[in-house]
């Protein structure tokens, strides 16, 4: 009996060293008799009891936006949380992050981006009763993105520079250019500051301070498959908004010219009077600017974007010059192939067809008849791998090349001039 009352004690004690509240609430049972309680205190109360202080606490959490908004986001998260970061995919997300992703994008951007209508003079014969000219105002439209809170307006050239010729009509330069701002019913007279056709680019400017100036991100950075928007004046209806992704980027594009562009791809719907708007990313930042899309039998989604890392340099210097300053050598070249080059005895580079007089090159002392096989140590056999190189120097450079002249190469050195 004696040993039993011991290991009892052992086990209290024991007891009491792992878990001292139960311990004491044990020996408070064990040395207190049990009170009747009735069905109303025991169950009844603490169970209202639970239900009021319940609401209480949700009524408080949803009658507080913030406590609110992190619960609710909490339940969407925990619908579906997507592939693991492992898995190399992005997680998905739902599609109201997505609307709201398009809303914030496109509130940012709409406030600089602006309508651009264009007049211009058509000459067409009639040769109802004899050979006459009749002349006519036309418009087109376009758009454009405000670089400056004091109005100048960077835009495509072909926008505001529109001018061709044919055997029975012609037309003639901008006559007129109007500017339309968003939320804003006045029209503002714009004057061209400086186009390049080259690059199909072009600076104009309105009389007009306190615009929202377009941010620009860095368009090096953007991937295939990112959200993209394009933002414009399609068809006159001024500030609409098609959305996409980024289809490709550094597409080569030759448009009905013959200009080469290295443009940016996207699906996100371009049309007539886009021109000129923007390309923009997620956070509302201009990425390229709309010029171009294919069009046609079976051709759908296919639209493209200058690059706004290219237009940079280009509109400083329309802004400061009017005009873009490019290095010149000053000759006319022929791409020869293998199978032309043998047929003429000469060898497979530029055959050069003409020099300007005064010219870099003259100077440097090409003729016509040179073959050039070289520039800056690197084998060319195009005209454009030429001008690739020659481009990527400044004005007053040289430019080393290497020329097979009557079966003999000679090595000569080009200082770049200026393109007239």
């Given at each position: 009996?004696?040993?039993?009352?011991?290991?009892?004690?052992?086990?209290q004690n024991f007891?009491?060293?792992?878990?001292?509240?139960?311990?004491?609430?044990?020996?408070?049972?064990q040395?207190?008799?049990?009170?009747k309680i009735?069905f109303g205190?025991?169950?009844?109360?603490p169970?209202l009891?639970?239900?009021v202080g319940?609401?209480v606490?949700?009524g408080t959490c949803?009658?507080?936006?913030?406590?609110r908004s992190?619960?609710?986001?909490?339940?969407?998260?925990?619908?579906?949380?997507?592939?693991s970061?492992?898995?190399?995919?992005?997680?998905?997300?739902s599609?109201s992050n997505?609307?709201?992703?398009a809303?914030?994008?496109a509130?940012?951007?709409?406030?600089?981006?602006?309508g651009?209508t264009?007049?211009y003079?058509v000459n067409?014969?009639?040769s109802?009763?004899g050979?006459?000219?009749?002349?006519?105002?036309?418009?087109?439209?376009g758009?454009?993105?405000i670089?400056?809170?004091?109005g100048y307006?960077l835009?495509?050239n072909h926008?505001?520079?529109?001018?061709?010729s044919?055997?029975y009509?012609?037309?003639?330069?901008?006559t007129k250019?109007?500017?339309s701002?968003?939320?804003?019913?006045?029209?503002?007279?714009a004057k061209?500051?400086?186009?390049?056709?080259q690059?199909?680019?072009?600076v104009i400017?309105?009389?007009?301070?306190?615009?929202s100036?377009?941010?620009?991100?860095d368009?090096?950075n953007i991937?295939?498959?990112?959200?993209a928007?394009a933002v414009?004046?399609?068809?006159?209806?001024q500030?609409?908004?098609?959305?996409g992704?980024?289809s490709?980027?550094n597409?080569e594009?030759?448009?009905?010219?013959g200009?080469k562009?290295?443009l940016?791809?996207?699906?996100?719907a371009i049309?007539s009077?886009?021109?000129?708007?923007?390309l923009?990313n997620s956070?509302?930042?201009?990425v390229?600017?709309?010029?171009l899309?294919?069009?046609?039998?079976?051709i759908?989604?296919m639209?493209?974007?200058?690059?706004?890392n290219s237009t940079t340099?280009?509109s400083?210097?329309?802004?400061?010059y009017s005009?873009?300053?490019?290095p010149y050598?000053?000759?006319?070249?022929?791409?020869?192939t293998e199978?032309?080059?043998?047929?003429?005895k000469?060898?497979v580079?530029?055959y050069?067809?003409?020099v300007d007089?005064?010219?870099a090159?003259?100077?440097a002392?090409?003729r016509?008849?040179?073959?050039?096989?070289e520039?800056?140590?690197?084998?060319?056999?195009?005209?454009d791998?030429?001008?690739?190189?020659k481009?990527?120097?400044?004005?007053?450079?040289e430019?080393?090349i290497?020329?097979?002249?009557?079966?003999?190469?000679k090595?000569?050195?080009?200082?770049l001039?200026e393109?007239?």
């Amino acid at each position: 009996m004696e040993e039993n009352e011991k290991k009892d004690e052992k086990n209290q004690n024991f007891k009491a060293v792992q878990n001292p509240n139960t311990y004491k609430a044990t020996l408070k049972n064990q040395s207190e008799p049990k009170a009747k309680i009735g069905f109303g205190k025991s169950i009844l109360l603490p169970f209202l009891s639970g239900v009021v202080g319940c609401s209480v606490v949700l009524g408080t959490c949803f009658g507080v936006p913030s406590i609110r908004s992190q619960i609710l986001k909490v339940t969407q998260n925990t619908e579906y949380t997507g592939p693991s970061e492992n898995s190399g995919y992005v997680s998905q997300t739902s599609l109201s992050n997505y609307s709201d992703t398009a809303v914030f994008a496109a509130n940012k951007v709409l406030p600089s981006i602006v309508g651009i209508t264009v007049e211009y003079n058509v000459n067409s014969l009639v040769s109802m009763f004899g050979r006459q000219t009749q002349t006519s105002t036309a418009k087109a439209t376009g758009s454009g993105i405000i670089m400056s809170d004091d109005g100048y307006i960077l835009t495509n050239n072909h926008i505001v520079a529109t001018s061709s010729s044919e055997s029975y009509y012609s037309v003639s330069e901008a006559t007129k250019i109007t500017v339309s701002l968003f939320n804003d019913e006045t029209e503002y007279e714009a004057k061209i500051i400086g186009t390049d056709e080259q690059t199909d680019l072009a600076v104009i400017k309105i009389e007009k301070t306190g615009l929202s100036k377009a941010e620009f991100a860095d368009s090096d950075n953007i991937k295939v498959g990112e959200f993209a928007m394009a933002v414009g004046n399609p068809l006159g209806m001024q500030s609409s908004i098609t959305c996409g992704v980024i289809s490709a980027v550094n597409r080569e594009v030759t448009d009905s010219d013959g200009k080469k562009f290295t443009l940016i791809q996207t699906d996100a719907a371009i049309n007539s009077g886009n021109s000129g708007g923007a390309l923009v990313n997620s956070e509302g930042k201009v990425v390229g600017i709309n010029t171009l899309k294919l069009s046609g039998t079976g051709i759908e989604g296919m639209g493209f974007a200058i690059p706004i890392n290219s237009t940079t340099d280009i509109s400083s210097q329309l802004i400061q010059y009017s005009k873009v300053k490019r290095p010149y050598i000053g000759i006319s070249g022929m791409d020869l192939t293998e199978s032309t080059a043998k047929a003429n005895k000469l060898v497979v580079g530029i055959y050069v067809k003409a020099v300007d007089d005064f010219s870099a090159g003259e100077k440097a002392g090409i003729r016509i008849g040179d073959v050039i096989i070289e520039a800056d140590g690197r084998k060319i056999t195009k005209m454009d791998e030429l001008n690739e190189i020659k481009n990527s120097h400044q004005i007053g450079d040289e430019l080393k090349i290497k020329v097979n002249r009557d079966g003999q190469e000679k090595d000569l050195t080009i200082i770049l001039g200026e393109q007239p």
